[in-house]
């Protein structure tokens, strides 16, 4: 599976982005899917994910209300609606795939486990 995020830009405080993750490869309904962030000098964090059909996703609390996930297996794609954007929202954001189960992907992603695939990040800068 390849990935390729896409979507990212500059908006200002308040604003809303939506980021695209596209994937490659006929078995890209097997994994669920990650979103994580990286801020400049601080570790990468974990933000979204959704299992395998949609049908489960969890958030991080700091983006919890204002960020939603989604997917369309159909079109090998998972989005992140992101809305009441804020300066500490601005980072670069990855998507990620593993193959795991709705009932332990959400600790997958806050452990920071090894993903089965990454996606290059796109750059999220939300100015004050």
């Known amino acids: 599976v390849q990935l390729q995020a896409s979507g990212g830009g500059l908006v200002q405080a308040g604003g809303s982005l939506r980021l695209s993750c596209a994937a490659s490869?006929?078995?890209?309904?097997?994994?669920?899917m990650y979103w994580f962030r990286q801020a400049p000098g601080k570790e990468r964090e974990f933000v979204a994910v959704?299992?395998?059909?949609?049908?489960?996703?969890y958030y991080a609390d700091s983006v919890k209300g204002r960020f939603t996930m989604s997917r369309d297996n159909a079109n090998n794609t998972v989005y992140l609606q992101m809305n009441s954007l804020k300066p500490e929202d601005t980072a670069v954001y990855y998507c990620?795939?593993?193959?795991?189960?709705?009932?332990?992907?959400?600790?997958?992603?806050?452990?920071?486990?090894?993903?089965?695939?990454w996606g290059k990040g796109t750059q999220v800068t939300v100015s004050s």
């Open positions: 959704t299992s395998w059909s949609g049908g489960t996703t």
């Open positions: 490869g006929r078995t890209f309904s097997r994994y669920a």
């Open positions: 990620a795939a593993k193959s795991t189960t709705a009932q332990a992907m959400l600790y997958a992603g806050l452990k920071n486990h090894r993903m089965d695939y």
